[in-house]
């Protein structure tokens, strides 16, 4: 992910605002030759909205839920009918059911940006899931859908949401993709879909939550505030899976200190899980071994490094020392990276005397360059080990179970979202914390409910915790927050313990987010 902090130079402005002037003296097409009528432009086709509904059912715990699937898109549009945007979704909705409004509704998003739905959609939630096994047992290729015994279906009804360019949704002929590409413009686009589904499947009165992960819970925790600012639409419940509201957490900058006093942790954790840890620290959980990187994490780690050039050479020492008993390096290398462990370099060092890296995704997973000597790892092998399966699967059900036909590409993890705007976040660091921090005291029946995976290293669990630590929350609303830990990494259901865990805890959430009185 790309630094959050962005500048418009002044030779851009300078350059637009030529092209600007060149274009106001240019000829309209009636000047260009006298007498002539100009031609008229023909303009590109408008996309027409398709839906396609079939029927299906699965048996979750035991029971046999019949549930119909719609696959289709939803044209965005100004108040004047003018299109602009081609979104598409995946929908399921429990059959044989009374009364709607009284059954949970959930919209669901992955992140990126630039990521379609389809991680969460088959992956944890969605009626089927991916069977590709599991780091250090994975399945080969041609890959096979199964029945998701665990997903959220019994619980609550689904939405599947794909921002503009990624999977099908893209922006209508003649329309810059650019005006949606952007943390503001996101979330508009995406509660527009979202008031648009609520409004003609008619569940506005139905009890409402948004699941996001990675940048969507960026996205979800921006949604929270909007939804109730632009359409006075209140939530229940929102689920943050991987979260990251502060950039400033996770932004290995100079002169930003924070990101290796949060990431800590997490690489003491997968030291443990890859067995670079000393003896003591080895022999029990992984719990163990994080408690005491916290401590020293929020301690004497904080200490050093805001002591800074001015930390004696004996204290250094210490330090020194500690670090390479907490992540695995040997102090001769923390030494030389001036105690400061960028998380590139950690991937490549840790298991470089295998010749192996870890991935950034899930470092549980491991991969292997062409050069070993190098800095930097050449590819994240939990990505390389995910995507295929996701890819190939999504292509494989949207057409044989779904019957939703389409010669478009479906973008699963695309750079046609690129350049995205931060704006208004433009010379300092993304901070939507402060948004959901709002919408939950404005509403004091929304809860949230952060999953935590121990072996991400793309949004550490400390990093989440310090975040939602100072979240600046009321004292009678901070109960509204809840959270678990899962021996995991970013897209912790591809660990099956992992997924059982979190569809239980999910489950639970929403089930008693549905009931919750309001703080006082």
């Known amino acids: 992910m790309k630094s959050p902090i962005r500048f418009l130079g002044s030779a851009a402005v300078l350059l637009l605002g030529l092209n600007l002037s060149f274009a106001q003296q240019q000829l309209t097409p009636s000047q260009d030759k006298a007498g002539e009528k100009p031609k008229e432009e023909k303009k590109p086709p408008v996309p027409e909205e398709k839906i396609v509904q079939t029927k299906h059912s699965l048996k979750i715990g035991g029971q046999e839920i019949k549930y119909t699937a719609t696959a289709g898109t939803i044209l965005l549009k100004l108040e004047d009918g ?16 009374g009364d709607a409004s009284q059954r949970p509704l959930t919209f669901s998003f992955n992140g990126g940006p630039g990521s379609a739905s389809v991680w969460l959609h088959l992956g944890l939630f969605g009626p089927r899931r991916v069977q590709m096994g599991d780091a250090g047992a994975l399945l080969p290729p041609p890959y096979k859908l199964v029945d998701n015994d665990v997903s959220l279906l019994d619980i609550s ?12 949704s893209r922006a209508v002929p003649g ?13 508009e686009s995406v509660a527009d879909f979202i008031r648009l589904y609520a409004t003609r499947n008619k569940r506005w009165s139905s009890p409402k939550f948004l699941a996001g992960e990675s940048y969507g819970t960026t996205r979800a925790a921006g949604l929270s505030g909007y939804l109730q600012q632009r359409y006075g639409m209140y939530l229940n419940g929102i689920v943050l899976i991987s979260a990251i509201l502060n950039f400033e957490t996770a932004e290995f900058d100079t002169g930003n200190d924070l990101p290796y006093i949060l990431y800590l942790p997490t690489y003491t954790a997968i030291a443990w899980y890859h067995k670079r840890l000393p003896v003591d620290l080895q022999g029990g959980d992984v719990q163990k071994a994080v408690e005491e990187s916290r401590k020293f994490a929020v301690g004497e780690y904080t200490d050093a490094l805001m002591t800074g050039d001015a930390l004696p050479t004996a204290r250094r020492m ?8 907490l992540t695995g390096l040997s102090p001769d290398y923390i030494d030389r990276a001036n105690l400061r462990i960028e998380i590139q370099r950690f991937t490549k060092e840790l298991l470089r005397s295998e010749r192996r890296t870890i991935g950034r995704i899930d470092a549980r997973f491991t991969g292997i360059d062409r050069d070993a000597a190098g800095e930097r790892p ?25 019957k939703f036909d389409s010669d478009l590409p479906y973008e699963v993890l695309t750079s046609r979202v690129r350049p995205w705007s931060y704006a208004p976040y433009e010379n300092r660091y993304v901070n939507v914390a402060e948004i959901l921090r709002g919408a939950m005291t ?79």
């Open 175 to 187: 329309e810059a993709p650019k005006q949606f590409h952007g943390v503001t413009e996101d979330v």
């Open 318 to 325: 210490e330090i020194t020392q500690k670090l390479a008993r």
């Open 82 to 97: 003018t299109p602009k945007a081609s979104i598409f979704y995946v929908a399921y909705t429990k059959d044989d059911v």
């Open 442 to 520: 404005q509403n004091p029946f929304l809860h949230v409910f952060v999953a935590k995976g121990y072996y991400d290293l793309a949004t550490p669990f400390f990093a989440a915790d310090y975040t939602f630590d100072h979240l600046g929350l009321d004292p009678t609303l901070r109960s509204h927050l809840s959270g678990a830990y899962y021996e995991a990494g970013h897209m912790m259901y591809v660990h099956p313990p992992s997924r059982a865990k979190l569809k239980a805890d999910i489950a639970q959430f929403i089930k008693s987010s549905t009931m919750a009185n309001p703080a006082k």
């Open 157 to 168: 009804d689904l939405v599947f949401i794909d921002p503009v360019s990624t999977g099908y």
């Open 378 to 402: 050449e590819f994240d092998p939990s990505i390389a080990a995910i995507i295929g399966p996701y890819s190939g699967m999504l292509n494989d059900y949207v057409r044989n179970d779904l």
